[in-house]
T-cell receptor
């Protein structure tokens, strides 16, 4: 149980284009979802927290207009990287948690490469 | 959120017991301690969680002293497949956005044959 999927698992795009990454909780209702970014040989960096039906809360230094997060249902959150540039190339990971639980269930990650 | 400190890396051999200690001096009363494992290009995987004393599951044990300012993840009889980064995190268990976890540097465990 407690499976989170991400789609796509990897994506390559041209600079200036937008890319959408989906995060789905397959067997539980994720009242809260989190988005992380991880650069090579570095730790995960929390980007934003989103609750279903509410606007996401972004961590300091993360541009909300560049990284659009939508959490329209209890099983789906999306991250859209707008006007992507090579420096946005990274490993993006989502996680979900259900109300009252501290344990987060992580997705397998999405590798974004911007040319 | 309480900051955690772990060794950057550790080496071990197959079959040995490995203990990874994490410091979290500023842990709050409502905070739980959770350990995750991450392989390259994969999302973190939950290992174990505890609040105090000792917790054991099928893959690891977690030892937490009375003052809760540190914790030790114990992996019995490691194998090559246990080579990964292990993260210690503290976070609250009261639902919603306060569940956010701040990842530290983690400990890269390298298991040799």
């Amino acid at each position: 149980g407690a499976v989170v999927s991400q789609h796509p698992s990897w994506v390559i795009c041209k600079s200036g284009t937008s890319v959408k990454i989906e995060c789905r909780s397959l067997d539980f209702q994720a009242t809260t979802m989190f988005w992380y970014r991880q650069f090579p040989k570095q730790s995960l960096m929390l980007m934003a927290t989103s609750n279903e039906g509410s606007k996401a809360t972004y961590e300091q230094g993360v541009e909300k207009d560049k990284f659009l997060i939508n959490h329209a249902s209890l099983t789906l959150s999306t991250l859209t990287v707008t006007s992507a540039h090579p420096e946005d190339s990274s490993f993006y990971i989502c996680s979900g948690t259900s109300g009252g639980r501290n344990e987060q269930f992580f997705g397998p990650g999405t590798r974004l490469t911007v040319l | 959120l309480a900051k955690t400190t772990q060794p950057i890396s550790m080496d071990s051999y197959e079959g040995q017991e490995v203990n990874i200690t994490c410091s979290h001096n500023n842990i709050a009363t409502n905070d739980y301690i959770t350990w995750y494992q991450q392989f390259p290009s994969q999302g973190p995987r939950f290992i174990i969680q505890g609040y105090k004393t000792k917790v054991t599951n099928e893959v690891a044990s977690l030892f937490i002293p009375a003052d809760r300012k540190s914790s030790t993840l114990s992996l019995p009889r490691v194998s090559l497949s246990d080579t990964a980064v292990y993260y210690c995190l503290v976070g609250r268990r009261d639902g919603g956005a306060t569940n956010k976890l701040i990842f530290g540097t983690g400990t890269l465990l390298a298991v040799q044959p």
